[in-house]
């Protein structure tokens, strides 16, 4: 009798526990071919986790190459392609399965990969030989090596595709590349160690940051003609035209309109080591790793507008989609800053895990993922409307633990394919 009644109670109260968490947890009903997913490459166990963003749990683990480090999804088909530093190749997972489906291989130690918007093509930046691979994506080949600067560390591809700009950390340039006629069209002296980069919505200006010197370069991007006619392949080692002791290069492709040139340096924090642009391309915050702040620059005039103290060695940042707040992670005080872009302040700080580093939103925004580095570990905060006698318009929801020293993410939200 007393075991009936105490399911008769208990009932109630799970059912009560299980409606407030899965409304909270929701997401849109897609049906059951939905698939959201956060992949994370994890350095030091040669790995790639995948969580399930509909359960928040580990979904699979996919071991890849040697030092796994960037990462990237395709956004016009289901597959994810992970950069392996030690050995020189690219790992291409199939977001359906979650299995390796092929391995690129390109040149001496590649960081990043960056995939043009219409899903074709993907370039890779290899420090150890100064040089970007070109990959064709829909058959998975590399189309040719494209010399650059000494050291590149990244290579971004702009939203309209026609140019991809690579930070060259070696010789503290700047190369311009054609990707319509696959050849490099300027090599741009900047400002010391250049690193991250971001490209207008536009394409019509790429911002650099430069750690050694705690400046900001902007560069003007040459507007190029969408009519030239692609080469037949590219060049094995195609070098770049040097710009003639001046940060002005004329641009060499036929379709130019107007040169690739270095509008100004901006001086922001010391150690400037990553760039967050808004969504609606009007702002962007840099990350000010040694002054502990952030610097907010008006893109239109390449002015920078304000700088705010925002914790102890701030490493990257994200801005939401509706442009209205920053989330910052503070590598040396395991937090996360959240900044109300609109009021200009910071309106909390969230406890996460060791040395949190890259961050990602889930698309509802609902989510933010933060990479804890040192614990190994994927926290995931929760934005939520609160409801009376809740503190707090943010919660951590669960620490997912991942592989050893994960140092890149990506989400990717999907339909499965009618084959599968």
Known sequence: MRKLLFIVVLIPILAGIGWWYFRERALPDYGPAFREYAYVTNGRSNTVSVIDLRTFALAKTIPVGSEPTGIAANSRKNEIYVVNTNSNNVSVIDAETNTVVATIGVHGRPYFIDVAADGKRAYVANSGSSNVSVIDLEKRIVLGNIRVGAAPGLARVSPDGST?????RGDNTVTILDA??????????????PEDIAILPDS???????SGSSQVASIALANTNSQSTPRNGVDKEDKPTQAAGSPTSEAQSSGSQKNDRVLALLDVGHTPVSLALKPDGGEMIVCNFDSDSISIV????????????IGQHPAHGVVTLDNSRLYVSNFGSNSIAVYDIDMGRRIATLTVGSRPDALALTPDQNYLLVLDTQ?????????????KLEPGEYSLLTLIPVGVQPNAIVVKAFMMSAKK
């Open 180 to 193: 319509v006629n696959l050849r490099a069209r300027a090599t741009l002296p900047v400002c010391q160690q």
């Open 164 to 168: 991809v700009v690579v930070s060259n």
């Open 375 to 387: 614990s190994g570990d994927l926290t995931v905060i929760q934005k939520r409307t609160p409801r």
């Open 204 to 210: 019509s200006k790429a911002f650099v940051s430069c």
């Open 298 to 309: 008006e893109t239109g005039n390449d002015e920078v507008g304000s700088s705010t103290e």
